[in-house]
């Protein structure tokens, strides 16, 4: 990165961070409404701790890892509002008669993605210890916790640039959440893959890479420093973050191009 | 009920029927999240049907009650923000011009919220069915069923009505979704009431809905848990919101209130306006007196009668 890109990518990422802290319509659903489902999971859930075999008495320290990824889910959205705000108010093509590099434009969006995150599990942390959740890993893995989450809402912000970026849409990018949610219910978010009794159903959770994402965050508040559960979630974010970045900056190309 | 309303509710309905033909992704938005949710639950959560306590016949068929209810909340609210959009872009106003009697209106989209409902379950019960849903109901207590089902869909159509009437504006679209979505989700919704704790019992005890779950459940398990009150309490839901939709109605068609008028002047001739008179200095009356009166309407009028003097 040149002194000059990095100064483009300083200034269109406190941008980023500033639009995101000025629209609540974004932040406020994406804490409140995990928050609610939380609330309501760790009440109606509790008699699933009493299935033969189930890790922990505590089903809110269970169901804890899912609110994280479901708020990092929401990232999809914070990101893809943010591009295609900026493409649909013709702000990106103001850009382009400026040395500004797109994939530089596109990092910098993540930037405001990432603080909504950050905020996002911090408050569901701090609720779920207020309200019993306890970290088997530790102090050290409750920040292990957040970064982990961190790299998920990155990944989800990524493949929301990309929504944006093909479509140009932020209707579409909201379509794009709400199938990024059904998937996250078809994981393993609701009980641990080895007490799926219905077996069509344990084979989508096994395919479905949402399933390692809660269980990498699940690892460190039920079980501890679990080195293939992090190496598989972080493997998979990493995974889609790449995945979508590289696209997200072929579409935005090609986007400009017809320009 | 003049022949004229008829026709502006089949007409209504007519429009709203249309435009998810035509849009077959917002056709099955209502339908996406209750389906995810019953694969979710059926799939992942059938061993906590097997725990202590549970004593229901089957979890797919318990949370089927849930899933079907979820369905037609789902289906009255993607109504009720059609009607907040099409009252927001104007079309409503418009709608309002043609329509002799307003209710109509209303009229016309809980006839499309019962098409699409009867849809929504028929397509439900099929994939129950098809995936072995035991059922143990007869067919009456199944009919009660789908009634119960389809009485939640009217009644949440005339609240997300209500609402969508007095925005005026497809803003009303998240306050019609979370309100329902929340009182949806305070009810026995993935295990009994006995078996659910903290705050979310007392919720769910004194939620109106609940009744309807659990008599829902009951029925379909041949097990009648107080159909009476579930009907009863859905029916006087219905009554509630049908009072909330027509106020709502009368609200639109009164249009967005005017400010208040500010300063004494402007209060007397806003006053005199309403009474249907002239404001008593255009009659020849006698002047407020400019002394005692505050405001800047006031300010002027006393800058006017210095002026004569």
């Known amino acids: 990165v040149s002194s000059s890109s990095g100064e483009q990518l300083r200034t269109l990422a406190r941008r980023s961070i500033a639009r995101s802290a000025r629209q609540p319509q974004v932040m406020i659903p994406s804490i409140a409404f995990p928050l609610f489902m939380l609330a309501i999971l760790a009440c109606a859930g509790a008699q699933a701790t009493k299935v033969p075999g189930f890790p922990t008495k505590s089903y809110i320290t269970f169901v804890l890892a899912s609110t994280l990824i479901q708020g990092a889910v929401n990232g999809t959205t914070v990101a893809g509002q943010l591009l295609a705000g900026d493409l649909e108010t013709g702000f990106v093509n103001r850009i382009l008669l400026t040395p500004v590099r797109q994939s530089v434009l596109l990092f910098a969006q993540l930037a405001g993605v990432a603080i909504v995150g950050l905020i996002g599990s911090i408050v569901f942390i701090a609720v779920g210890l207020i309200f019993g959740v306890s970290v088997k890993a530790g102090a050290g893995g409750v920040l292990a916790l957040i970064g982990v989450t961190l790299l998920v809402v990155i990944a989800f912000g990524a493949i929301g640039l990309l929504g944006a970026a093909l479509t140009g849409s932020a209707a579409q990018v909201q379509a794009m959440f709400a199938l990024f949610l059904g998937l996250l219910f078809m994981s393993s978010m609701l009980m641990p893959r080895n007490l799926i009794t219905e077996n069509w159903f344990k084979t989508i959770a096994t395919y479905n890479p949402l399933s390692y994402l809660v269980e990498a965050t699940r690892s460190l508040l039920i079980s501890g420093w679990d080195a293939q559960a992090l190496a598989l979630g972080c493997g998979f974010a990493l995974l889609f973050f790449a995945i979508a970045m590289t696209g997200a900056v072929f579409a935005m190309r090609r986007r400009m191009e017809r320009l | ?309």
């Open chain 2, 1 to 309: 009920v003049s022949a004229r309303s008829i026709a502006v509710t089949i007409g209504v309905s007519r429009r709203s029927a249309i435009k998810i033909i035509k849009n077959p992704v917002m056709a099955a938005a209502p339908l996406a999240v209750p389906l995810f949710m019953f694969a979710a639950f059926a799939g992942a959560m059938t061993a906590v049907g097997k725990t202590p306590g549970f004593d229901y016949y089957n979890y797919t068929a318990f949370i089927f009650v849930f899933v079907l209810y979820q369905a037609m909340v789902f289906v009255g609210i993607f109504t009720g923000i059609e009607m907040s959009g099409d009252f927001g872009t104007g079309f409503g106003d418009r709608m309002m011009l043609a329509a002799p009697q307003r209710l109509a209106i209303v009229g016309g989209y809980l006839v499309f919220t019962l098409g699409r409902g009867v849809f929504s379950i028929a397509l439900i019960w099929a994939i129950a069915l098809l995936t072995g849903m035991p059922v143990r109901g007869d067919a009456l207590q199944i009919a009660a069923l789908v009634v119960l089902a389809l009485m939640l869909g009217v009644a949440t159509t005339l609240w997300a009505a209500g609402l969508a009437l007095r925005a005026r504006s497809i803003t009303a679209a998240a306050l019609i979704f979370m309100s329902s979505f929340v009182v949806l989700f305070m009810t026995p919704d993935f295990v009994p009431r006995h078996l659910i704790g903290g705050w979310l019992h007392t919720a769910a005890s004194i939620n109106p809905l609940t009744p309807a779950m659990e008599s829902g459940r009951g029925l379909i398990a041949n097990t009648p848990a107080d159909p009476e009150l579930a009907f009863g309490l859905t029916g006087a839901l219905i009554l509630v919101f049908m009072v909330w939709a027509v106020r709502g109605m009368r609200a639109a068609e009164r249009g967005p209130k005017a400010p208040r008028p500010r300063g004494l002047q402007a209060r007397r001739e806003a006053k005199a306006a309403r009474a249907g008179g002239t404001p008593p200095q255009a009659a020849g009356g006698p002047e407020p007196a400019p002394g005692r009166a505050r405001g800047p309407a006031a300010r002027r009028a006393r800058a006017r009668a210095r002026g004569r003097g």
